[in-house]
């Protein structure tokens, strides 16, 4: 054998003979039939395939389950808190002591691209800082651009005190602020279910303190033919806006008037329902008309009296509704009433008294 092909026999005795070397990298990457890295490479996967797949699950885990478990709940929860929710009718009926039926009309607006089903779940209503006044059933839903939900159903009082003071807010704002406060669970398909907070404040228009309240239609009575048989000496009509979006059973309503701070009598109001908008009702009133006459000979001359009117009562069948007297007694109703028509109906001029 020549020296040529004796060189070439030692060179291929190295590259095909394995070499026994120590070390880490020659244990995970030993070498192959071939020399250099890609015959390393085909070695070690051929005998750690198992390791590698093992490694590669873990670093998936390690990536895909903080965005599962915590990246998704808290864009779910970033998305609920982003979405608005708006009242757009009210009713609030068949008033008992301890309770209400009620029925609310919403809309939930959200521009979020994730659309899930929302499971129902319990809320409780209530103005900042206080204890809800009363818990509703919110019903499943599936969330969308615009997702309209009513909630209809009788509740009891969680709270009596909490809820004259939502009648107050309600009675005298023009606006005022309603705080609905839950925990629910909501579906992605494909997804783990995902709990929720669902915590939102409501903007909703007040009846602004009857403000536009007037009395018209005037008319006193006199004699037994014509007083009626509560003893009420003056009926009227009472115009009563409501620029909310709320229908309110008030029941029979009683009101004290005064003159200047002179009392002059008492009216009823039955069977009030406002109603959003312009509402109309008959009014009778016990009025002391000596004392009435008194005021326009003496004051005001012009038959214009300055009336002062606060609730009294609010009467449903046989019960009294406190929440509601409390917000009417709180509220004090001031405007001109022009009794001349009134007098002339029973025959006394008031141009005869001359001009304050």
């Known amino acids: 054998m020549d020296d040529k092909t004796a060189g070439q026999a030692r060179a291929d005795d190295v590259y095909t003979t394995p070499q026994k070397k120590g070390g880490v990298i020659n244990k995970l990457y030993p070498p192959g039939p071939t020399p250099g890295a890609k015959g390393r490479m085909k070695n070690h996967c051929r005998k750690f395939w198992w390791c590698d797949c093992l490694v590669l699950v873990i670093i998936v885990l390690v990536i895909v389950l903080p965005i599962i478990f915590v990246g998704v709940p808290k864009k779910a929860q970033h998305e609920i808190n982003s979405s608005t929710i708006e009242v757009t009718s009210q009713e609030v009926t068949d008033p008992q002591a301890d309770g209400i039926h009620l029925k609310i009309d919403t809309v939930i607006r959200s521009d979020s691209s994730y659309h899930p089903k929302i499971d129902a779940f319990r809320a409780g209503l209530s103005l900042e800082g206080q204890e809800p006044f009363l818990y509703v059933e919110i019903p499943e839903a599936k969330s969308e651009a615009e997702t309209h939900i009513t909630v209809d159903q009788d509740v009891k009082f969680a709270n009596a005190d909490a809820f004259s003071n939502y009648t107050r807010a309600v009675l005298d704002a023009e606006t005022f602020e309603i705080h609905l406060d839950g925990k629910t669970t909501i579906h992605l398909s494909g997804l783990p279910s995902m709990d929720v907070d669902y915590n939102k404040v409501v903007t909703m228009k007040g009846l602004n303190k009857l403000s536009g309240l007037n009395?018209?239609?005037?008319?006193?009575?006199?004699?037994k033919d014509e007083i009626l048989s509560d003893g009420s000496n003056l009926v009227a009509n009472v115009t009563i806006p409501n620029p909310s979006v709320m229908t309110l059973d008030l029941g029979n309503i009683t009101m004290n008037l005064a003159v200047d701070g002179t009392p002059i009598g008492y009216a009823l109001i039955p069977n009030?329902?406002?109603?959003?908008?312009?509402n109309k009702f008959p009014l009778q009133s016990h009025?002391?008309?000596l004392t009435l006459l008194g005021l326009i000979q003496s004051k005001y001359k012009n038959g214009i009296l300055p009336l002062q009117i606060v609730g009294n009562s609010s009467v449903k069948g046989d019960q009294h509704l406190t929440y509601y007297e409390d917000a009417i007694k709180s509220n004090t109703i001031n405007l001109d009433l022009d009794a001349g028509p009134a007098l002339a109906g029973i025959g006394i001029n008031i141009t005869s008294f001359g001009s304050s």
Do not use: A, K, N
């Open 215 to 223: 009395i018209i239609d005037v008319r006193l009575l006199s004699g």
């Open 272 to 278: 009030v329902f406002l109603t959003p908008g312009e």
């Open 287 to 289: 009025v002391e008309q």
